[in-house]
């Protein structure tokens, strides 16, 4: 008995030993991602806060909570009253899908035709988009408002949506080629004893097969979009084609501020990113291709 | 009606070739099955056949066509693929349907069609479910449902047991056996499993390195086979393989010493061989016998004993060291250890040159039942 004890002890000790660097490693992952959420997150939360609360309120404590007494939807009604904020919106959004549209489209479509097909300049194309990727767009801002002006294009929406479609397309390709390359060859060729053609391989069975590259791209295309500042600053800065980073802008005086306004704004800019991420990420369902092969 | 022709068809990837002409005739209605190790072209084979890959050179003739341009779906081929590749976003019904939908035909003919071959294949009560939610026998149902509405003059399979259970593989076969009669098609079936093989097919092609070693009927390629390939690929377990020199010739008889020192007979044709020429004589563990009741006589030291209930599986080693496997009976109480004479029939002997070719075993109108003794001696008398 005593010796069948003074075994078991020591197992014992030796189990939990083993167990506590998982707890602590758990732990420290924890730590730090946790972290990193927090100082994502906390601008984010002041313009929430600072959106409804008086302005004298934002200056006193702008880290506080809006109680009773500093309560105001003031900035609201100032935006959705005062200023063409409607018009920003609807500018934003209509560029942000277009682009997004596009992106998805020729992206999917260009990704197919470089990892299925085999022809001559295949890997200069594919390197074309490999240095998109690495080269920002922004560099190539005064040649492309020469472009604009030459094609009479400045001032519209157009011009913005056709400059996001190539500043999306090259990482849109490099990721969708990836997960295009994951569909068993079997289920082309399947397809194509199947008398379907290429187009219709190309939309009914590829395309819903990639539906979480999709979805995943389009996340990473479209915040950029809705937030950049830089384009619709010089590409699109007329009354009617102002996107809402570009509106709130008329809130910010060289004097004063209406930091009432601009927090509202941002706030309220918030909301459709949230909607199409949302509708995105439900789409990020892994394990579509399961029952496919094998 | 869809006879299939292969003119000297060749294959070759770049500089590496992989096919080096090919050679064959399937008549309407046969049930061919390519099989060899996995690296000797017959699923490439297969491809070309379906379209799925370029033909380098040579002529490919289905239903009196070429078809060597022709896209696939031109040429009146399903394949079943041994990944099944269903749509996974699509259910049974559509998987099976979507071809003929592409095709334009009505809905009601297509519903019909998909309905019949669900029928065929019992698996009518699945047509709403996705394939991820049917098991591996199912999808495979799937795959050669999805293969038969179509209607198509050859059917080609690529390994389609391969992924199933032991168990379900050997229903499925029973099944494609059964169905091949049903059609009536022509079926080009492509497995590395010999049983497969000599179960399903009316003819067999055996191929090895890009060639074909042997073509023709399961009994005519386990009775006759050509090469030593052939003789080492059909049966199971495998012949029994032992090296000799050739003692002496006579008219259809061959003596042969083997390196432990016996001498064997062997009725074979004997023109083009020389006396002291080495060869490989080749005994398949079914032909040889416990005891020493035939003229044939092998002795060696048993290594081990794998008893399956009606057959016992006797592996023993000759003096010189050579493995061979004796199919004992299945109550044997031979063990390991022992000494074990066996015996042989000299008609159940294959003898092979050094060249890996068999010199043509004696044809006999019809073949001996080789478990029966009693007939072997008194031919030989």
Redesign the interface.
Same mark, same amino acid.
């Given at each position: 008995m005593l010796a069948k004890e003074a075994i078991a002890t020591p197992s014992q000790d030796w189990k939990s030993a083993i167990l506590r660097p998982g707890i602590l490693k758990k732990l420290s992952v924890h730590a730090v991602l946790i972290t990193y959420t927090v100082i994502a997150l906390f601008p984010i939360l002041v313009i929430l806060i600072n959106a409804f609360k008086s302005r004298k309120a934002i200056f006193n404590d702008p880290l506080a909570l809006p109680d009773a007494s500093t309560f105001t939807l003031v900035g609201f009604t100032e935006v959705l009253e005062r200023s063409t904020f409607d018009v920003f919106f609807f500018n934003s959004l209509v560029v942000t899908l277009l682009s997004l549209f596009f992106v998805l489209l020729f992206g999917a479509m260009a990704a197919w035709a470089l990892t299925e097909y085999k022809f001559r300049g295949n890997l200069f194309i594919a390197i074309l988009f490999a240095m998109g990727i690495m080269i920002p767009i922004r560099l190539g801002t005064v040649s492309i408002l020469q472009l604009m002006v030459d094609l009479h294009l400045v001032n519209t929406l157009a011009a913005l949506v056709l400059v996001y479609i190539a500043q999306g397309l090259p990482l849109a390709v490099y990721i969708l080629s990836e997960f295009i390359r994951t569909i068993p060859k079997e289920l082309k060729e399947a397809a194509r004893c199947d008398n379907v053609s290429e187009y219709k391989i190309f939309f009914q069975i590829v395309l819903p097969l990639i539906r979480p590259a999709l979805a995943t791209v389009a996340v990473f295309t479209m915040i950029p979009i809705w937030n950049d500042l830089w384009f619709p600053l010089i590409l699109a800065p007329s009354e009617s084609t102002q996107t809402i980073t570009l509106g709130v802008q008329q809130f910010i005086g060289q004097f004063v501020t209406d930091w009432n306004a601009v927090l509202s704004s941002l706030t309220l800019a918030i909301v459709p990113v949230l909607i199409l991420y949302l509708v995105f990420s439900r789409q990020l369902i892994r394990g579509l291709t399961a029952g496919a092969v094998k | 009606m869809a006879d299939v022709k292969l003119n000297h068809i060749k294959k070759s990837y770049g500089k590496v070739d992989v096919l080096h002409g090919i050679d064959l005739d399937i008549k309407h209605g046969e049930f061919v099955v390519l099989v060899g190790a996995s690296g000797c072209g017959k699923s490439t084979l297969l491809r070309l056949i @379906? %379209? +799925?890959e370029e033909i380098t050179a040579g002529e490919l003739v289905i239903d009196n066509k070429i078809v060597n341009h022709l896209?696939? @779906?031109?040429r009146g081929? @399903?394949?079943v693929?041994?990944? *099944?590749? #269903? *749509?996974?976003?699509m259910s049974v019904f559509k998987n099976m349907a979507? %071809?003929l939908k592409?095709?334009g035909q009505n809905k009601r003919a297509v519903r019909e069609k998909v309905e019949q071959a669900a029928k065929i294949l019992q698996i009518d009560h699945l047509l709403d479910r +996705?394939? &991820?939610? #049917?098991s %591996?026998g199912q &999808?495979q149902r799937v795959a050669i449902g &999805?293969a038969i509405v &179509?209607d198509p003059n050859v059917f080609l399979f690529d390994e389609p047991l391969s992924?199933l259970d032991a168990a379900l593989r050997v229903q499925t076969r029973v099944e494609i056996g059964k169905l091949h009669k049903d059609l009536g098609a022509t079926i080009i079936y492509v497995t590395h499993d010999q049983v497969e093989a000599m179960t399903l097919g009316d003819k067999i092609v055996v191929m090895n390195a890009g060639r074909v070693e042997q073509c023709g009927s399961p009994l005519e390629l386990y009775r006759y086979p050509q090469t030593k390939f052939v003789a080492g690929f059909i049966g199971s377990p495998k012949m029994n393989f032992i090296e000799g020199h050739v003692d002496k010739t006579a008219t259809e008889y061959l003596t042969i010493t083997l390196e432990d020192g016996t001498q064997v007979q062997a009725h074979v044709d004997t023109s083009g061989i020389q006396e002291g020429t080495k060869v490989t004589v080749g005994i398949r563990p079914e032909h040889l016998f416990e005891g020493r009741n035939l003229p044939g006589q092998l002795s060696g030291d048993v290594k081990l004993v794998e008893h399956l209930g009606e057959v016992t599986y006797i592996y023993m080693s000759l003096a010189d060291g050579t493995e061979v496997v004796v199919r004992g009976e299945g109550e044997s109480e031979v063990e390991v250890g022992d000494k074990l004479q066996a015996s042989f029939a000299p008609e159940s002997v294959h003898v092979f040159n050094m060249d890996g070719k068999a010199l043509p075993r004696i044809r006999r109108s019809a073949e001996i039942p080789a478990d029966n003794p009693a007939i072997v001696t008194a031919s030989q008398a």
């Open positions: - | @379906a %379209g +799925l896209d696939p @779906a031109r081929i @399903a394949m693929f041994q990944s *099944y590749a #269903l *749509y996974p976003h979507f %071809g592409i095709a +996705l394939p &991820r939610e #049917l %591996g &999808r &999805r &179509r992924n």
